[in-house]
């Protein structure tokens, strides 16, 4: 079957699954159901695309070997089941997933890791769009990685930005991949930096990573890229008043959108703001003063500007050795972070934990004994 066969496929698989699966389901929806049937959607898609015809989930579990091999190849059907391998929660996928990124590590490390964030409105997904079409007709290959968030009641994530990006999702060297931010915290998905990986072992020379939206603990994604676009609407100076320590001494660069039309003159105005607000702050990353710029995904002003400005970052970053150490620090925060989650999980799979903490837990609810005492007596339990 031709690529674009396939990719044409695709989408409309996506289209028909997910409508089968909301009018299936919908009304008996429980707190958590949503993400088991997004999880069973993107199966559902991949086998429809291969062919096989059936609304079940995958009935035979992917081979690692043969996924690593594919995703090499630029194979981005096979890329999106790998990611879905990798989002899986089934303890069964869980040594699969590990195999498949242990397969492919050393094929990565050669993308340019672009993280974007930005308040609620700012057109964070009309940018990457705009971008990312830029970008692809200057002969790179893009990959996105669009975060969604998740319901608190339903589990569920709507997922619709591979929707929004209609001519990005058109381009045969771009791909995008919206995934569900689940109950992590920092922006981003459980398996982003995964997903990421997988991305740059198929060969897409830039990723960028669009979080959920701004605030003060969406920091995660810092420790995933090597820069970090902080997106602005005009009258930042007052907008962004309650964020500015979270997220603006995390900024690398800042752009400025949606500055076409009318709102031309109020996009100097705010940038002009930020540059005043910069000098008080201490700069993300040690040598490089973070530039300010203006931009519009409507007309594509500003686009070059942006990417001539990235690029510059990278070439500065080479040459004085901050994109090296990056690099180090994001393998040391993946690793202790991988770490911290088998650890807690071990904890909670112990008998003496389990058998312990619906005790504790009643005695802390009733008042007769504090959280902190709680907690230490729970793992004293645990080491006894």
Known sequence: MAYKGKRALWQEAEVCVYSELLRRNYRVMQPGRAKDLTQQASFMCEDVTFGLQRKTTMRHDPDPEELAAAILAGDTIR????????ESEAPRHEALAERLVQLLLPNVGGAMRVGITGVPGVGKSSLIEALGCWLCDNGR???????????SLTGGSILGDKTRMEQLSRRPNAFIRPSPSGRTLGGVARKS?????LCEAAGFDVVLVETVGVGQSETTVRSMVDLFLLLALTGAGDD???IKKGIMELADLIAITKADGDNKLRAQK???ELEQVLHFL????EGWSTPVITCSSHDGMGIGELWVTVEKFFAEGHRKGWILRRRHEQLRDWFRSLLEEAVLRRFFADAKVNERLPQIEEAVLAGKLGAVSGVR????AKDS
């Open 193 to 197: 930096r995964e997903t990421l990986l």
């Open 79 to 86: 890329l999106a089941r790998g990611i879905t391998l990798i």
């Open 282 to 285: 201490h700069p993300a990353t």
């Open 141 to 151: 290959r893009v990959a996105v990685l669009a975060v969604d968030p998740t319901s």
């Open 240 to 242: 962004l008043q309650g």
């Open 377 to 380: 007596e729970l793992i004293r």
């Open 270 to 272: 705010a940038r002009a």
